[in-house]
């Protein structure tokens, strides 16, 4: 079981490019899609959910195909989109209850033993009877990923899952999506790379619609050992820091600030060798991008393509 992407591209009307070609090959097990606002994520997510439609190219999930065999690719999958609706009057049981009906589960004592799992690993079994609409909007997004796992999808495709979460659901979720992962693959998608970094291996980090970079953690990673370096510093120091290095993080310290950077080599007396992050190997990789920050258009796009 996997996902093949290959020159997958995505045209709006007016011309704005949302996905560039992009050639992606996910396995079982965790993968992380990393990447800013407007970076083709939610796109992806759409049209390997079958919501939405390629211009060109193609993907395919288990060997079927997004535009062909769309039938096919829903039996296979869960999705949490980032935003997603559900009826407030209903309790957290019947809205789930009712969406287990959707997907077909349509044999009552299965449906209530899918039911009653999907509320417990999401920690909403003790609220099953509350109604929807009286639900924080943490709650609402775990309702959110209870229903994703309801069908126990075998491609499992979550966008900002651990928004709006606090901690100890963050926390949660990871340990979950872990779990799940053993024989599966879960597609986590989010702009938060502490998400990826506690749980992902592999992971693609896109720009604009372009795949920066696609593989093993550890491929980001080691490039940058040797050249991550943390300096204690006062207040005053920060912008000559700025200029004489690649700053890739900024925290508040009891006796100053602590400056994350990336150099070849350290002169500072109050620096010292750090191992690399991925929040490290993320601003590097944005920093050497190319790439304008203006949205890509198309000169001449065909309207045909563009819907």
Known sequence: MQVEISGLRKVYQGGIIALHGLDLTIPPGIFGLLGPNASG???????????????????????????????AVRELLGYMPEEFGFYPNLTAYEMLDYLALLCQINDRKERRSR????????????????????????MKRRLGIAQAILNNPRVLIMDEPTSGLDPEERVRLRNLLAELAADRVVILSTHIVNDVASIGQRLAILRQGRCLFS?????????????????DIEEQELSRVRQDFEVTGVFRSATGMQVRLLSDTMSHPRGYASEPTLDDAYVALMNRDAGGTDTPREQEADPSETA
């Not at 994520?41 to 288990?62: D, H, N, Q, W």
């Not at 039911?115 to 943490?138: H, I, K, M, P, Y």
């Not at 593989?215 to 300096?231: A, N």
């Open 41 to 71: 994520k939610t796109t992806l997510m759409r049209i390997l959910a079958t919501l939405l439609e390629p211009t060109s190219g193609e993907a395919r999930v288990g060997g079927y195909d997004v535009r062909r065999e769309k039938a």
């Open 215 to 231: 593989g093993r953690l550890s491929d980001l990673l080691d490039p940058l050992k040797g050249r991550s370096w943390i300096i």
């Open 115 to 138: 039911v009653e799992q999907a509320l417990q690993r999401v920690n909403l079994d003790q609220v099953a009877g509350q109604r929807v609409g009286t639900f924080s909007s943490g």
